[in-house]
């Protein structure tokens, strides 16, 4: 069986490198020339760990290629994977433009049997579309009707571990409708995944509708998962509670797991909160309020500024003349996919504010700045307080607070004496609770944690040292000149 895989973004690039590992012959079609051209010439777009290897090994070997031919493309596969984006519309509703212009393509050049199988996350209803956008140009060629299924095979990877999700799902959710097609569908994906089926079977059969609303619900439950936790680490922190103990507390009733309870500055990234909108949108289109989705939504939305509320909270809200680290900007480590990610939000507020703001991401810098300069795009002068730094102690030289957004490995376990000395103000406010309260209390570092004990960033007045120590100088130049005193 050979495959095609339409999209040659995370998902699809990972798809094709994965199944051409397995041994299948994969052509990987994009309609973006230039990155078809890199991954001609071995370069890859993207930073996911084990890709490029992954693909390098299976190009010198022949099983893998590249391409923006449509007709060599889709006469290649078998298997016909979609896998292009479905971006949100201006309503939250998810946008199938991509989708349904790849189903018109496939259409158009089909000429034998194809198994189309959309990997897109898309609304209920969507294959039925893909299915009339295919038959429409069909039978506009005077071509049966039938030599085509249209199957729903959502992706669950995960960003930063994409390989070894494809490689070892917890499940693969496959949906095929009643159909002259059914049983033939039905062989050519259990062929496909048998290597994941061997020792039991991780296939979860079910009807197209139902596979396209199951990644919905999935993400949907992982977001709220993280809202929930969020609003109660929120809950902790006036309290005096520790999240992180509650974490536990809970995680160890095997009722509720350990899995994403994670309290922090708010989840970003392609899906989470693309697909949560997409849902309600979908239900409301229907006539229906997503009440408990709706809220993740909210809760999340506003976690994404609680640590600028929290330094304003201490230092003002003009931060003119503050200079702010930051430490992490991708969505989630390991990748550098600046999509939804909490640094662009969290970024543009300091700017607003004022402060001077000095970054460092191991892998994201170059996309974020990208990102950012089209956050700050109408905003004049804005983003000429904003700089990357070439390493994590860099950013923190003459610092009046760090902030720590993404959990990269290289920030969980920092030099805090080196940095307490290189910051203008030992205050971390970290977004990720990476560190322990107690031992940077001991170490004189003032710590903003999610939920956690604060106690010595509570008893530090910065307000009263905003008051003397910069208010009146309304001169950049001075400004800056005190900061790097
Ligand atoms: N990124 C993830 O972690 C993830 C995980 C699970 C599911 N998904 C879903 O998978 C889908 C793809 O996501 P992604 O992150 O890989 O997107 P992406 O933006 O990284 O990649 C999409 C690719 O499709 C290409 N494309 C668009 N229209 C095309 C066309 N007509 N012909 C050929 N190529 C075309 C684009 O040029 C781009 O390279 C989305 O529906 C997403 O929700 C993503």
């Not at 060599?72 to 199938?96: K, Q, W």
Request: hydrophobic share 40%.
């Amino acid at each position: 069986m050979r495959i095609t895989v339409i999209g040659s973004g995370y998902v699809g690039l990972v798809t094709g490198a994965c199944l051409s590992d397995l041994g299948f012959k994969v052509v990987c079609l994009d309609k973006d020339e230039e990155k078809i051209r890199s991954l001609q010439e071995g370069v890859v777009p993207i930073y996911e760990p084990g890709l490029k290897e992954l693909l390098a090994r299976n190009r010198a070997d022949g099983r893998i290629r590249f391409t923006t031919n449509v007709s060599e493309a889709i006469e290649h596969g078998d298997i016909i994977f979609i896998a292009v984006g479905t971006p949100p519309a201006e309503d939250g509703s998810a946008d199938l433009g991509h989708v349904l212009s790849v189903a018109a393509t496939i259409g158009r050049h089909l000429k034998g049997f194809k198994l189309v199988v959309n990997k897109s996350t898309v609304p209920v209803g969507t294959a039925d579309r893909v299915r009339v956008a295919i038959s429409h140009e069909l039978s506009h060629r005077g071509m049966p009707l039938d030599y085509f299924d249209v199957i729903s095979n959502p992706e669950f990877l995960k960003e930063g571990a994409a390989i070894d999700d494809f490689m070892r799902p917890d499940r693969i959710v496959v949906g095929v409708d009643d159909g002259v097609n059914q049983v033939k569908s039905k062989r050519m994906m259990g062929d496909l995944y048998a290597s994941f089926n061997r020792h039991h079977s991780r296939t979860v059969w079910m009807d197209v509708r139902s596979a396209e609303l199951t990644k919905y619900a999935a993400n949907a439950m992982l977001a709220t998962r993280i809202s929930f936790m969020n609003e109660i680490a929120n809950l902790a922190d006036i309290l005096g509670a520790d999240v992180d103990q509650i974490r536990r507390g809970i995680g160890a009733d095997s009722r509720i797991g350990h899995g994403f309870l994670y309290a922090g500055c708010g989840y970003g990234g392609s899906c989470f909160p693309k697909d949560t909108q997409a849902l309600v949108s979908t239900a409301k289109a229907h006539g229906q309020l997503m009440r408990l989705v709706s809220a993740t939504e909210q809760v999340n939305e506003n976690q994404k500024t609680l640590l600028v509320d929290r330094l304003t909270q201490r230092m003002g809200s003009d931060l003119t003349g503050r200079k702010i680290a930051v430490w992490g900007l991708s969505f989630k480590p390991n990748t550098d996919d600046m999509r939804e990610a909490t640094s662009r939000v969290v970024i543009q507020s300091l700017l607003k504010l004022g402060a001077q703001v000095c970054a460092y991401d191991p892998v994201a810098g170059s996309e974020a700045l990208i990102a950012l300069k089209a956050d700050c795009e109408h905003k004049p002068g804005l983003m000429d307080r904003f700089e990357l730094a070439s390493d994590d102690m860099q950013a923190l030289e003459g610092a009046d607070a760090l902030m720590v957004l993404t959990e990269w490995k290289i920030f969980h376990n920092p030099d805090f004496q080196a940095m307490k000395a290189l910051m203008r103000r030992p205050f971390i406010l970290d977004g990720r609770n990476l560190y322990n309260p107690e031992a940077l209390s001991e170490m004189g570092i003032a710590y903003q944690g999610v939920g956690r004990r604060n106690d010595l960033a509570q008893l530090l007045s910065f307000e009263a040292e905003t008051a003397s120590d910069v208010s009146q100088t309304s001169d950049q130049e001075n400004r800056l000149q005190m900061i790097n005193a």
